[in-house]
């Protein structure tokens, strides 16, 4: 099988097991209620205040987003040449009240910005049988990474050690921006550490955003 059958393969399957159960994925039921497409978190905008989208990035991203605002920036990590940043804010609130997570991860190369399926990226994990030990891979798991699906859910396999490094780093970044948005450690710590977080992020297939939330929830506060 090609790889584009591949994906066109793991895309149906994906959308089609989100839309089989409402729990995978949160709606958003208010307009003025958003969802941190990697935390998979609820919140008022009015309230936490989340980061716009980088202004050096305006430019190459202006076709992207069609003049639109507001654009509001979850996570973020520098790979090389690229930025890859974790957004849903140019989506109308219509759209996102009847859609399940339709967050993007953004990809910025020079000139060249791209925006790249978000839950096959955040439900990459690591191969079954490990990873080769000379295996080197400075990358960010992207449509060239191969892929595994089971009944109701695809995700990419991630390729080296370094590349989960990265994967990982871009989650403590969400978790960061995320404490800073709602105003400190304590009133984000209130939020994200609830049973039902934990089991949005698990059946949405987002294993590593979980381990990083649940070591970041047992942490003392104030030492993450």
Sequence with gaps: MTREAIQVLCSCVLFLGSVGSSAQVRKSTKNETRINPVLLMEYDPSKVRYGQFPASFEHACAKLFNQETNQMIYAEVQVGDSVYLAE???YSDAERENSFNIGDIIWVQGNKCQPLGIDLTLSALPPKSG??????NQTFPGPDSPHECVPGQCHYVLRSADEEHILRGFVKDAIQRAITAYGGDAS???QACKPEEEEELSEAGYIIVLQE?????SAPLGQR
């Design 213 to 217: 939330l649940r070591a970041y929830c």
């Design 131 to 136: 990873y080769r030990a000379a295996t080197a």
């Design 88 to 90: 849903m804010g140019h």
């Design 188 to 190: 984000f710590r209130a």
